[in-house]
């Protein structure tokens, strides 16, 4: 079925004229009274217009966020994950209408986002509701009459800033925990993708406490530094590229806060011979697995944006792909069929397409695709780009750098020990896949993969409760996990005697 | 300005040049380029007030526009090749904590030559 664009007639997603910042549970003009147009990637035609906010503006929103934190901080862990589940059942019984919102901003196929996206969310918040509640503190007996006892405080107020290419699950990921711990959070999405959260926003601001989320729109130049190296934060988390997430930890350090930095990956995903030891389900799901790079039009820092195939079924295995590959079909994200989208603006696709050029002039062979594509109709201006894959080796930059489009680099392996050392020629380290019919070479690689994730004959599954987060200069810290608790609180320790003896000194 | 040794590895199309004149003129002050690697923005030189970005010695100054300098993190440099940079502009606002290039506009960066790299 085909859903109708947001804001036309028939659209089960309304769209305003403008959207204000949500702060302090309200809807707040910018200060300086500006807005900018949202674009639809599908069509390059106008959503609506979002606030571009000024530093003052995250200052209203640190007010706000201030005002709250020592009423949410000293709720109690019931109080905390009913809201919680509150917001994950309200944004569940709007679960057509955000997929709808985000697809339409984001350019991902709407099959994803109601089959993923927003039920990840959903049960994201359910998680760490769970989590919070079954949280406890430990108490050491030091001695008979020497007591240590554990309390997990929250850090007070955060600075959260997101990426555009999950722009409510990103939002998810990073709220949740917070608010779990008891923070109460400054978020800033991503210039692209700015309308989505105000619609998720829209559905639940009646259920947090005012305060609690706050979200301001606006360039990353002006009110990202002025969330991310404001003092007013206990806390910043980033998702995003290398200097920016560089820059984060710098005035993270300014300010002596924490911070988490999630920033991409060059992901590896071997194949093994194995795989084609019979023509079964599983080879279905292992060539599945491959195309995988094309999920999210390829727009995933976990990407598997580098295919390691053993040499002895290269031919075979790859053909089998390339079929698969060439059967995408690409088009307006809003009808359920489409299984690849529009780029999410005309930068990243102008950048897909420089990296095509970089690989054909470095002599990487193009196997399919290679170019913008051209959809019919309303879609003719959207950012399409085909499903593309490059084979070389692996010291060219097309699998060094990360793309960040529906781009694969391919190349061929002998045995364990060169797939290993392939794999882990890379400065990231963020995911990896491992596909063999034999647990224990399985087992081998995924300890061995310099990675913080290896899908192990699979990919792409990003469940609450399996740790995720980088190694190397893939970022600091980990998400989806009940660990984030403690990312996101201090240890408050009361060391208290029970003895009424001095201690003799004085 | 701090030398460099090698011959400058950046250079920028007279679109760049003209909008980094009239950022600096805007802002009041010379900006800074640091090429950027990783998800999202990736692969994007951003532009920051100078100085606002702390280099280390991980980073290398592979030359400087107009007198605003360029740097790459060693390690970038190294997996792609010591390419060389062209600085250029093009439409669309920036993203991450980058500058603008102008009304909207932003900085990228393109490979002027591209030597295929050594077989393994």
Partial sequence: MKYVPPGRPGSIVTVLPRYENFIGGKWLEPTAGKYRVDLSPATAAPITEVAESTPQDVELALDAAHAAKDAWGEASATERAAALNKVADAIEANKEMLAVAESWENGKPVRETLNADIPLVVDHFRYFAAAARSEEGRSTEIDKDLIAYHFREPLGVVGQIIPFNFPLLMAAWKLAPALAAGNCSVLKPASPTPWSILKLLEVVEDIVPPGVINVVTGPGAEIGKALAANPRIAKIGFTGETVTGRLIMQYAAQNLIPSTTELGGKSPNIFFSDVMAHDDQFLDKAIEGLVLYAFNKGEVCTAPSRALIQEDIYEEFMARCLARIAAIKQGDPLDTETMIGPQVSAQQLAKISSYVDIGKAEGAEVLIGGKRAMVDGEFADGYFFEPTVLKGHNKMRVFQEEIFGPVLAVTTFTDDADALAIANDTLYGLGAGVWTRDGNRAYRMGRKIQAGRVWTNCYHAYPAGAAFGGYKISGVGRENHRMMLDHYSQTKNLLVSYSTEPLGFF | ?120
């Fill in chain 2, 1 to 120: 300005m701090t030398d460099v040794s090698a011959p400058e590895r950046v250079t920028a199309t007279p679109a760049a040049r003209s909008a980094l004149a009239a950022l600096r003129a805007a802002r009041g002050g010379p900006v800074m380029f640091v090429q950027s690697g990783g998800c999202c923005a990736g692969s994007t030189p951003m532009c920051f007030p100078d100085g606002e970005f702390v280099v280390g010695d991980v980073d290398l100054l592979l030359g400087d526009i107009d007198g605003s300098p360029f740097y790459i993190d060693r390690r970038l440099d190294e997996a792609w090749n010591q390419t060389l940079f062209i600085l250029d502009v093009e439409p669309g606002p920036p993203e991450d904590f980058s500058l603008a290039a102008g009304d909207d506009l932003h900085f990228v960066t393109r490979s002027s030559s591209c030597t295929a790299p050594p077989n393994p």
